[in-house]
Structure formats: C-alpha cells, structure tokens
C-alpha cells in the first residue's frame, strides 16, 4: 500500500509528496510549537534538510514500509504517515500551526485510518504522543484510539529523552465506533 494515491476529505486532501514541497515542509518545521512534540525531526529544520528527506522518501516510496502524504489545502500545511507498515503500523503526524484547530489534522487521521484498515491484514494502528500534548492525544482519542501504556522515547528537536504516552487503535474499536 504505497502513496501514489490520494485520499480526499471534505477539506484536505492527502496526497504523494513532491519535490517542490520543500519549502513548506521548512515553513512548518522552523516552527519550534511544532518540531517540539515530534520524536525524529531535528530543530532548527532548514531546507538542506527538508531536500534531503524529500530525496529519501522519493528513493523509498518503492520499497519503504512508511507511507507518507502531505495534508494539502491550497498548497502542502503538514503531513500525515505511517511507519512500519504491516499488521500494526505507527502514525505520525504534523501541522504547520497556522492550520491548528480547524480540524484539518482530525479530518486527515481519520481518513487515513479508514483508509489503513479497509486492508485485511492491519489489525491495530499505534500512535502516541510527548507528555503534555494534549492537542494530539485529543485527535487520537476523538477516532478512537486509547493509551495502552507509556514509555520513554527520544525527541531529536530537545536532544533528550522525554515521557511518551503510548496509544493504539484496534480493528474492532475502529469499526465498533463506526457502527
């Protein structure tokens, strides 16, 4: 299940990345409220940087087990992804913080996870989020998903390790608060 398609909400649409998003990606993460809840973005965040994940998501999208789209409303606002794919794969996610509270991120992860679990084989979506991100863990729990425990993961922007709280989505759960 590769990102060559696209996925479309009533507001954003998800879609392959490009080369010339570079720039927004950038514009998004210079923003520190951003880059600071994300485990494997590095802070600052320049353009050198935004290319040369760009040059690697285009080489992997082949071959790779992440799935990664941009959140595009009139141009590229954040991304959406999924690591590791198989029966439990991991979402991630960003918004530039202009677009915060609009909903857009809850329009997108839940088409995703619909998207994810229309494939037979996904049994459970894992998220989590940094302690004290109650923006994200909200969007989590609105679709369903519920903390399963907590751990300690690396955040690349502070260069340290922080609390992280663990969540998942199961198959059942996801079509249950469907019905």
């Given at each position: 299940m590769l990102p060559e398609?696209?996925?479309?909400?009533?507001?954003?649409?998800?879609?392959?990345?490009?080369p010339g998003d570079g720039p927004a990606i950038v514009a998004g993460l210079s923003d520190y409220e951003v880059t600071r809840w994300l485990a494997r973005v590095?802070?600052?965040?320049?353009?050198?940087?935004?290319?040369?994940?760009?040059?690697w998501e285009r080489m992997q999208r082949p071959v790779s087990a992440?799935?990664?789209?941009?959140?595009?409303?009139?141009?590229?606002?954040?991304?959406?992804?999924?690591?590791?794919?198989?029966?439990?794969?991991?979402?991630?996610?960003?918004?530039?913080?202009?677009?915060?509270?609009?909903?857009?991120?809850?329009?997108?992860?839940?088409?995703?996870?619909?998207?994810?679990?229309?494939?037979?084989?996904?049994?459970e979506i894992q998220s989590g989020v940094f302690e004290g991100n109650e923006r994200s863990l909200a969007i989590q729990k609105r679709q369903g998903f519920e903390i399963i425990g907590r751990s300690v993961q690396h955040n690349l922007a502070l260069g340290r390790d922080l609390a992280h709280i663990d969540t998942a989505l199961t198959r059942a759960r996801h079509y249950e608060l469907k019905t």
């Open positions: 398609k696209t996925i479309r909400t009533e507001s954003v649409l998800l879609r392959p990345l490009r590095p802070y600052p965040y320049d353009l050198d940087e935004a290319e040369r994940f760009l040059a992440e799935q990664v789209y941009a959140i595009d409303r009139d141009g590229m606002i954040g991304l959406i992804s999924l690591r590791a794919a198989g029966s439990r794969p991991i979402l991630g996610y960003w918004l530039a913080q202009a677009h915060w509270g609009k909903r857009y991120m809850s329009e997108a992860v839940a088409a995703l996870v619909d998207d994810t679990f229309a494939d037979p084989s996904v049994t």
